[in-house]
């Protein structure tokens, strides 16, 4: 990589701003992010041309490999266009996926007709009539006062309840002083990345693999992004070396491993000992099949750790729901931040989660969904064992969550091939190895959302999958 490049020589790529770090090493996973954020964004516009890969190799400094793969994943996303002998131009997606660019900063949707992609729940499970009573109950008791301007915290009902839910369920030690409410994990990480930039934090540590665009809401917030190797046991704390670092302990994304005993010992002694902040992404920590759930890891440091839960995995994205619990430095720098932005969700809603919360709706409704993606996911796996494909795909991780995670061998069927004819047939899963920062540790496979269909759909969505993997 040529070391006398600027940061505006590499985020001009081309005339497109690409937002990538100058001192960062960039694989294709990162590279990819980048061109999808712009894609999102608008700054590459339906009809563009991208530039050439040796062109864009040549301005960032990295190999024509490393830009061919990333091209790839988004012709196979179907965000790229090639044809033969022309250049490579942006595809006109659907209208709602530009218009809602920073809605959520994980999914959008999808025009394929099997929707397998991982981190959505059933949304057709989403109960409906006890939202509605909750919400008549909670709105028929609210004072006309608490309508104003929230808290920026938010509503003190809802810090409340999930303090009160976070201790029974996942073990976490908080109180409602020490929770905030936001739109949405991402948006939570976004405010926590410009606290700590504001706090002279200069880097944070993420697992590699990991999600692409949760990485890069740190690096848009100017943070430097680094990868921490993974093993069976989880994240491997003695690989980290930054002031901050994410991780997803109950089940790691995307892999599905758990982080054993011993490293979470060892990772709440270093927070505890180097005085390091943890964010632990709990955005499944409900759904474990096979046993009782591993409690959070932020109750053996909860000075250290920054507990993260979300309702997009138990009720639904669209509500952007979610929060943190804090450690007591950081509950005002982040209560001024959030008001900064006015980056609360609406009152009604907050109320109403309060509510489901309270009332023991919340729990019912988390217990009937986790028995219906225990069967779903015993029967994808019971599928993929009896078939031939069990040769090529290899599931890997703990029976739980909302997602089945398969590598491919690494001598037989290539990934990018594997998601072209899934695409062909109308199935909509994820690669694996997008999500790797590291091009030399990458792996291919897929990433399989079996909570995502309806009842109905699921059992004709993981026949069509069989059937287009045992002929790939
Ligand atoms: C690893 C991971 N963390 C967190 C989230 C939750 O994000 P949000 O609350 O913004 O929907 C997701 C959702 O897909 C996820 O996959």
């Not at 864009?56 to 012709?75: F, I, N």
Request: charged share 30%.
């Amino acid at each position: 990589m040529r070391d006398d490049r600027s940061s505006s020589d590499r985020s001009g790529t081309g005339g497109i701003d690409l937002h990538l770090d100058p001192r960062a090493r960039v694989g294709s996973g990162e590279l990819a992010a980048s061109l999808r954020t712009a894609i999102r964004e608008d700054r590459l516009p339906p009809g563009s041309r991208v530039p050439s890969t040796r062109d864009l190799a040549d301005d960032l400094g990295v190999s024509r490999g490393t830009v061919t793969r990333a091209y790839e994943l988004l012709v196979a996303e179907g965000l790229l266009l090639t044809r033969q002998g022309a250049s490579t131009v942006v595809a006109d997606t659907e209208p709602p996926i530009r218009r809602h660019a920073r809605e959520s900063p994980v999914r959008r949707p999808t025009d394929l007709h099997w929707d397998l992609r991982p981190g959505k729940p059933d949304l057709s499970m989403f109960p409906r009539s006890d939202w509605l009573a909750a919400q008549r109950r909670a709105l028929r008791h609210v004072p006309a006062a608490e309508l104003d301007y929230g808290h920026p915290a938010g509503h003190p009902l809802l810090r409340e309840a999930l303090a009160e839910y976070l201790g029974r369920v996942r073990g976490v030690r908080t109180s409602p002083e020490r929770i905030a409410v936001f739109g949405g994990y991402g948006e939570a990480l976004r405010v926590l990345a410009e606290v700590l930039l504001r706090r002279g934090t200069p880097s944070v540590d993420f697992e590699d693999p990991s999600l692409p665009k949760l990485r890069d809401i740190a690096g848009e917030a100017g943070l430097r992004v680094n990868g921490v190797p993974l093993d069976e046991s989880g994240f491997d704390p003695r690989g980290s070396h930054s002031p901050v670092l994410v991780v997803t302990p109950a089940h790691q994304y995307p892999l599905g491993v758990t982080m054993s005993a011993a490293r979470r010992a060892e990772l709440s002694r270093l927070a505890r000992t180097e005085d390091r902040l943890v964010v632990e992404d709990d955005y499944d920590g409900e759904f474990r099949f096979d046993r009782e759930p591993v409690g959070a890891l932020q109750r053996w440091a909860p000075e250290q750790v920054i507990y993260a839960g979300t309702a997009s995995k138990t009720l639904a994205p669209g509500l952007r729901l979610a929060w943190l619990a804090l450690p007591e430095r950081l509950v005002e720098p982040v209560r001024e931040r959030k008001a900064d932005g006015d980056r609360t969700p609406p009152v009604t809603e907050q109320l109403t989660l309060a509510e489901m919360l309270r009332s023991g709706s919340y729990d019912q409704h988390v217990r009937r969904c986790r028995a219906g993606y225990e069967r779903r996911r015993r029967r994808i796996v019971a599928a993929l064992t009896e078939s031939e494909v069990r040769h090529e795909l290899y599931p890997a991780g703990i029976a739980a969550g909302l997602h089945l995670t398969l590598r491919l061998a690494p001598e037989g069927l290539s990934e990018q091939r594997v998601l072209r004819r899934l695409r062909r047939h109308s199935v909509a899963v994820e690669g694996l190895a997008e999500h790797w920062m590291d091009d030399r540790r990458r792996q291919e496979g897929l990433v399989i959302g079996y909570a995502a269909p309806p009842g109905h759909a699921f059992g004709p969505a993981l026949r069509t999958l069989l059937r287009v993997l045992s002929e790939s």
